[in-house]
C-alpha cells in the first residue's frame, strides 16, 4: 500500500523530539519562524471566513488540522487563538511531547500518531496546515491527495516549503546545516524540495486554485523573519479546495 511515510525522516525528528520546546535548541528556527506563519496563516483565515472580531479567540469555531504537528509550536499559538485543532504525526514520540506539552499549557487538543492518508474523520477540517513537511515525505501526490479528502468545500490549505533552487542550496543546506548549524546536518534532502511552479501544479491537478503565494525572508539585521516576493529559498502557498 502506498504511503507518504518516510521511516529516515521520522526516526531523524524522534531523535530531536525532546528538545521541541527548547527555544535555544535544535529547533529555535522554527521559534523564530512562527511569528511570521501565524500572521500570514490568520491574515488569510480572517480573508475567506470574514472574520471582523478581533477579539483574542477570533478563531472560535474555525476547526484547523496540523499535519506533521510535530511537538506542537503551531497547533499550540492556533489553539490559544480559539481554533479547534487537531494535529497528526508519523512520529509517536512527537505526539507524546505534543500531548504532554499542551496539558502543561492548559490546552486542549487532539493529537494523534497517523500520517493523512490512514487518518479518518467524520467531520472535515476548515483549515489544513502543512508546514516544512511536503519536504520529508515520500509520496508527495498521494499526500496532497489525502489533504484534498480531509479539507471541507472552500477551506484553506496552507503549504510552506523549499524551493529547489541554488540559493536554498547555499542557504537551506549550507548556511544553516554547517555555517550557523541553525540545523542539525541532514535535516534536509534538497533533491527533495519542491519548486513554487511544481507544487502549484500538483495542488492546481487535485482541484486547488491558489489564492496567495508568498516569500518568507530572513533578516539577519533584526534576526526575524518577514513575508516578501522572494521564493528562492522559503515560500508558502495558500490554497482553497474547490
Known amino acids: 500500500m502506498s504511503t507518504t511515510i518516510n521511516k529516515e525522516e521520522i526516526q531523524k525528528f524522534s531523535k530531536l523530539a ?11 528556527p522554527l521559534h523564530m519562524f512562527n511569528p511570521v506563519r501565524i500572521e500570514y496563516i490568520t491574515e488569510n483565515i480572517k480573508k475567506q471566513f470574514n472574520i471582523k472580531k478581533e477579539k483574542s479567540n477570533f478563531l ?10 510535530g511537538g506542537g509550536l503551531i497547533s499550540e499559538p492556533m489553539a490559544r487563538l480559539g ?69 471541507k468545500k472552500n477551506g484553506l490549505m496552507f503549504t510552506a516549503t523549499l524551493n529547489r533552487s541554488f540559493t536554498s542550496y547555499v542557504k537551506a543546506i549550507i548556511g544553516a546545516e554547517y555555517i550557523l548549524r541553525w540545523l542539525p546536518i541532514g535535516t534536509h534532502d534538497w533533491n ?51
Do not use: M
Open 18 to 28: 525532546d528538545e521541541w520546546w527548547d527555544v535555544n535548541g535544535k529547533f529555535k
Open 60 to 69: 472560535d469555531g474555525i476547526r484547523i488540522l496540523d499535519i506533521g504537528c
Open 83 to 151: 481554533a479547534t485543532v487537531t494535529g497528526i504525526d508519523a512520529s509517536e514520540k512527537n505526539i507524546n511531547i505534543a500531548n504532554l506539552h499542551s496539558k502543561k499549557s492548559g490546552l486542549k487538543i487532539n493529537y494523534f500518531n497517523t500520517s493523512p492518508e490512514n487518518f479518518e474523520v467524520t467531520d472535515n477540517f476548515d483549515v489544513i496546515l502543512n508546514l516544512e513537511i511536503v519536504e520529508h515525505v515520500d509520496d508527495v501526490n498521494l499526500y496532497v491527495k489525502s489533504c484534498y479528502k480531509l479539507l
Open 192 to 242: 527533495k524540495f519542491i519548486k513554487p511552479e511544481e507544487l502549484e501544479k500538483l495542488l492546481n491537478q487535485e482541484k486547488f486554485s491558489t489564492i496567495d503565494l508568498k516569500g518568507l525572508s530572513f533578516n539577519p539585521f533584526t534576526n526575524k523573519w518577514k513575508k516578501s516576493n522572494d521564493l528562492s529559498v522559503n515560500y508558502i502557498i495558500c490554497s482553497l479546495k474547490n
